[in-house]
């Protein structure tokens, strides 16, 4: 089983759509949390982080459920820009370093 | 500008051929590390450091070296590469920060080294 999961996608949806994404992860000892956004052939950049009481960007929302080891990612209002795809990322403290963990990611398309 | 950077971006070589790959960081991380991404597996780390002359293995290592002489370079070096070491790489650095009993490590990642070896 992968360390993190999530569905590959790809996620068509229109302009003005609601789409959310899952990460399930394997680690009960994972620290933290966070989502990374990769556009095509480009380096990750990170999106934002996933705190236990849930947190908002704008658009973007993220909830983290500890019990169920679950991620999400809730994108409202869907731009053009933000196809891309979204990479579940999991951090590991151990050893006094922390280690991140990828998901493979999950691909965004919005069409007009 | 603070920024990662690597080069070549785009590199074609045969079996064998030794090369190197570069990276380097201005904005006086410690930690430093080197991932190759492939279709379906995401991002795996190859080997990182955690500060000048201090190198570990990450998650797949074997047919890589990497060494840390200063604290902006992080070369990754391939002596013998082969076609399964056909990928895209990418190196990232961060600081390393605690808040209260949480650790933030947000990488800040280079823009990619496209390597084929035939």
């Known amino acids: 089983r992968k360390e993190v999961e999530q569905d590959p996608g790809p996620f068509n949806v229109p302009e003005g759509a609601t789409v959310a994404f899952n990460c399930t992860y394997s680690?009960?000892?994972?620290?933290?949390f966070f989502w990374y956004r990769q556009d095509c052939r480009k380096e990750p950049k990170l999106l934002m982080s996933v705190y236990s009481s849930g947190n908002e960007d704008g658009r973007f929302t993220a909830q983290l459920n500890r019990a169920s080891q679950y991620i999400s990612l809730l994108i409202r209002d869907s731009k053009l820009s933000d196809s891309a795809t979204y990479l579940c990322?999991?951090?590991?403290?151990?050893?006094?370093?922390?280690?991140?963990?990828f998901g493979a990611g999950t691909r965004l398309a919005v069409h007009p | 500008e603070a920024q990662v950077t690597q080069n070549p971006r785009y590199l074609i070589t045969v079996t064998g051929k030794k090369l190197t790959v570069t990276c380097s960081q201005n904005?006086?991380?410690?930690?430093m590390s080197w991932y190759r991404q492939d279709p379906g597996l995401g991002l795996r780390q190859i080997y990182y450091s955690m500060n000048v002359e201090v190198t570990d293995k990450g998650d797949v290592p074997e047919g890589y070296k990497v060494s840390r002489k200063e604290k902006r370079n992080f070369p990754l070096i391939l002596e013998s590469p082969s076609p399964n070491q056909t990928s895209l790489y990418f190196c990232?650095?961060?600081?390393?920060?605690?808040?209260?009993?949480?650790?933030?490590?947000?990488?800040?990642f280079g823009p990619g080294t496209r390597l084929t070896v035939l």
């Open positions: 680690n009960s000892a994972s620290q933290s």
């Open positions: 904005m006086n991380h410690e930690y």
């Open positions: 990322v999991v951090n590991l403290e151990a050893g006094g370093y922390n280690k991140l963990i």
């Open positions: 990232a650095s961060s600081l390393f920060s605690t808040k209260r009993r949480r650790s933030y490590n947000e990488q800040f």
